[in-house]
């Protein structure tokens, strides 16, 4: 069935291929997406995963907001070309909404009507048939693409970089960046800057891929690689080497950076979220009582070298799966006149939002979420203590951990408003077994070295959805208004000038609340759990908002916490787009 | 016989599970129809399995004590040390595709649904440790300053994680996870690691394979205890007759002498049944 899939898909490349410029026959202008515009992009574009390099997910736009939000209706709706979890990222500019689905398929839409513009279908290679894994990633594909001067850049399953035409979809240039064979595979887009594809790969868990998690850089021009860092074997770093204890790299795994990262053009600086150790737990590992860097990590990378500037662990010693990548999100905000600049994130899966300065990786402070037990405390100058009761001494020991492997947080990203000074973040209330225990599939070899209990709520809590909105200062992080609820939320969050945040949850409604207070002001039910990263821009002076909804694992691995709120058996996956009614 | 197997099969080769978006697989992905089998059944195998060949032979053994033609599927491969999205793989082809997956752990620590079962094993082989070192007669001749490497979530290296947690720190040897066999062959003979423990059918693989890996040699693990993985195949539990079929042929192949003369021809060692 699968291959039968495959030869269809492929069919449908060629044809899609070929036919993209007949149907791309326009007079569309198209203006090249520089290194300013996507530091400070115009309102009416959003032109990156969360809409600059700063990852705030904040758009300058106000049109819709708490007067007239009532007021939204449906302009115009898209199905996606692909089934698979739902993860995407559109992105809009000059009136074009891009658009990338599961198995690299692009799709450039007008904006306006929904159009389709063109669509271009990545050609996997046939070896997928026998490598399950890469099937399985290539259903899980999330925000894929960038933007940068008149192209769209897109990382595939398989491992390589495509540059689109932005204008008629052709192929400019694409390279084979690892092998995909060894298990690597691109689960989240690049970002781009000075002329410098940044991009983080996947797979790192996967046994042909020990001892290599990188951060690399290519030419936008050529696709020649200027650097990589590898996030788990950095020989300039005595200290990081240590923290492996006896294991050499060949024997490491995991450090997988999977949520796309952040740009500070003044200081040439990306800072990016690390993933989780592997094999999780240390008994395993081998490891002994050591942090294990840069696993769970921010780290600060020079974009013209690729060397580390700093880093700062956020959970050392990970025995649980409770990976760090999430959205690292650059703050600038003034007191008594001085600019101070940090790095805001709730880092990991149990929900820690942190605030750093991101000039030095220096801690400035962290405020708890959701509840969690496997940090004890964190010191004045940020060293994070574990609980050492949850590190399993036997195999088979068991220990409840919260929060669950799926979060607490997970890929959906808050947003920063600069009018609140307040982070949004979307979050479940969850906990899980974990036992490290050897269980071989296919005799004697090797698949998998934990096992994991079903998400449950923690003792006490009925209500698995929390959107908790964090006032933000240098010195602290305080909690300005929670909003709970039994479903749990499956989208990324939206803020905008509006005074707004747009999100979804697991019972299909689309909400928008007010940023000052947590009210719902507007809400509609769709077809399909809410996901992706809901995003908004303007044409002709009309401000829309994009939502993206489809099957959804954060519904469906709690979804036995909210019973009454039935899934939907179809996957469903498509952008509705809003706007308000037309004067 | 064939005629009513392949009637059964009619009836309840489908195995489908709920279509809602209450797994972490799109409904999409399962194929909502009865596979007609015919007078043949479909049989999976884990391309990556240590024991392929072997199992093919005995994937075929038993369709010719069910005088049904094996359809032999190369199944899946490629997954993550943690086994990420493998059981959503296992659902997808038993759902899909496979009546049978052969080379089955045979575990209490087995990590597939309820909505499958595990025959009966029809081999067992044991965790051998390599040593390349011709003074070494057992584990405990090994300096405890050396290094081990064992196969990365396997029985041998839980026995010998077990163990070592049993031990104080300066009577354990420190141990490595490989992954890559070939990789911890090639450092057990430059020395980086003083021995490995593997499947024994791993190590008759590299044996076969690699000519600078015959002086490698096998020695008593003692003092950490032996162990060793029984194999079997995977069927729905849905198809009890298939499975209960299955099991009796798997009888019949390790009475009658099919699975010892197997063993001996792929050079392993270990018994035929349980």
Sequence with gaps: MKTLIKSLLMATAAFAVISAPALAQNTREYSPVTDEMLANPPAEDWLSFRGAYNNQGYSKLDLINKDTVDDLELAWAWPMAEAGIQET????????????????????????????????????????????????????QKASIALYQDKVVLTTVDAKIVVLNALDGKVVWEKQVLDYNKGYSYTVGPIVVDNKIISAISGCSIAGTAGGCYILAHDFETGEELWRFNTINDPDNPEQQASWGEVPPENRWGGTPWTIGSYDPETRTTFWGIGMPGPYSELIRGSGDGSVLYTNSTIALDIDTGKLKWYYQHLPRDNWDLDSPFERILVDQEVDGEVKKMLVTVAGKNGIAFGLDRETGKYLWHKETVHQNVVTGIDPDGTVHINEDLVAKAVGEEHLVCASVSGGKLWQAGSYSPLTQAYYVPLTEACNTV??????????????????????????????????????????GKTKWDYRSRPTPTSSVLATAGGLVFGGDAARDVKAWDQETGEVVWSQRLNAPIGGYPATYAVDGEQYLVVPTGYSNSASSI?????????????????FVFKLPSK | ??????????LVACALPALAQNSSIPPEEFNNTSRLSGDS???????????????????????????????????FGGFPLNGDALLDEVTLAMTNTCDVFMGVSVSPNSPVSDAFAITRPYATFPFVLAVADPDWQRLGDIPKSRKLGTAMASMGEMNYITWAQQQPENERWVRLPYADFDLMTTRVLDGSIA???????ALARILASRPDAKVLRVIDSAPVPSSETRVGALVSSRNSFLRAQIDEAIDAIVRDGTIAGLIEKHGYSGRAGE
């Design chain 1, 89 to 140: 990222a559109p992105l809009i500019h000059d009136g074009i909404l891009f658009l990338q689905t599961n198995n690299n398929i692009v799709e450039a839409l007008d904006a306006k009507t929904g159009d389709r513009i063109w669509t271009y279908i990545h050609e996997l290679p046939e070896l997928p048939a026998s490598w399950s894994y890469q099937l399985n990633q290539a259903r899980r």
């Design chain 1, 435 to 476: 036992a490290p225990t050897q269980t071989e599939f296919t005799a004697g070899n090797a698949v998998g070295a934990m096992k994991f209990g079903p998400r449950v709520l923690p003792e006490g809590v009925t209500e698995a959805g929390l959107v908790q909105a964090i006032a933000v200062t240098p010195t602290s």
């Design chain 1, 559 to 575: 979804s036995s916490a909210f019973p009454e709120i039935p899934l939907p058996t179809g996957s469903g996956n498509s952008i």
């Design chain 2, 1 to 10: 016989m064939r005629q009513f197997l392949s009637a059964v099969f009619l």
């Design chain 2, 41 to 75: 059944i479909n049989v999976c195998f884990d391309r990556t399995s240590l024991g392929l060949a072997f199992d093919q032979d005995v994937a075929r053994a038993i369709g010719d004590a069910l005088f049904l033609r094996v359809e032999a599927i190369e199944g």
């Design chain 2, 195 to 201: 021995g490995m423990i593997l499947w024994q059918p």
